[in-house]
């Protein structure tokens, strides 16, 4: 009796397929299923949660947009493209945890789309715009930045249990990935493509790809600000700097996106070394 029951839940619990359809689906695609604790129990589920694996999607979507783009000469589209991959990263997660569809599965996804959105694609759009001339320099500069933002991401998933949710330890990927194209988006928007690029340009936004590419993989603490109470009221104040922080990038997007990440990025470096003087200060 206990099995006919449990195989009736667990034919409940399987994700409705339109008739004739499910047969040839189960034969290309074995069904997900993972193991979710309920009421401090282990149960076992099939099927995955639709909505925040859309936005991942989308994000790895324009991750890879931003290679094509790139690879076609681009250079405007491709760090748009990152940039809205980087908006709907931030958007997956909380979307999850506001409708409680958070899984196994959508955290493992969203960490292979920030690698291809926060990885690969900047690096390829940074290597197509400059450092495709520059050699062994240039390619080993690009792979750096690879390399450790896939190492940064292996160590945010197994420490993601126990670390400080205020703080990352290293530069987080999409942050890096900000300062990457933000530097091809000023040099476009300045005329320096192709030909008009000098090397000595080249050559410093290869040691800045290779840079932000360490900084990703050092134990600079960084602010997450998730910290933050967006559901408390705050001051008038507040709204009327954020309306002048939009009138300013609104002057010169590429530029102050620039000079924005620029700064967290080195806010790592300084804040280590502000705690290490208030620890040794009397």
């Known amino acids: ?43 076992r589920r099939q099927g995955i949660f639709l909505l925040p694996n859309l936005f991942t ?51 493992e996804y969203d960490s292979l789309a920030d690698m291809v959105s926060f990885g690969v694609a900047p690096a390829l759009v940074m290597f197509s715009f400059a450092l495709g001339d520059l050699g062994k320099f240039g390619w080993s500069a690009a792979f750096i930045y690879v390399a450790c933002a896939a190492l940064r991401l292996a160590r945010f998933n197994t420490q993601i249990d126990i670390a400080d949710r205020n703080f990352f330890t290293g ?27 000098p090397v000595e340009v080249a050559v410093l936004l290869a040691c800045l790809t290779a840079i932000i590419g360490i900084l990703m993989i050092a134990n600079f603490p960084y602010n997450s600000f998730k910290g933050i109470d967006l559901h408390g009221r705050v001051p008038f104040v507040v709204m009327i700097i954020m309306v002048l922080v939009f009138g300013l990038v609104t002057l010169d997007p590429p530029l102050i996106l620039l000079l924005a990440s620029l700064a967290y990025a080195i806010s790592g470096p300084v804040n280590m070394a502000l705690g290490r003087r208030r620890k040794h200060s009397p």
């Open 1 to 43: 009796m206990m099995d006919e029951q449990e195989a009736n839940k667990q034919e409940t619990d399987r994700p409705s397929v339109a008739p004739g359809v499910s047969a040839p689906l189960e034969i290309l695609v074995d069904e997900h299923e993972e193991e979710v604790s309920e009421n401090g129990k282990p149960v």
């Open 57 to 107: 999607t989308g994000g790895l979507f324009a991750g890879f947009y931003a290679v094509i783009a790139a690879l076609r000469g681009d250079f405007e589209s491709a760090p748009i493209a990152i940039l809205a991959a980087l908006v709907l990263d931030g958007l997956d997660g909380r979307i999850a945890r506001l409708t409680n569809t958070q899984s196994k599965f959508g955290a």
């Open 171 to 197: 530069l987080a990927s999409p942050s890096a990935a900000c300062v990457i194209v933000s530097a091809v988006w000023v040099c476009s928007d300045m005329g320096l493509v192709g030909t008009d690029l």
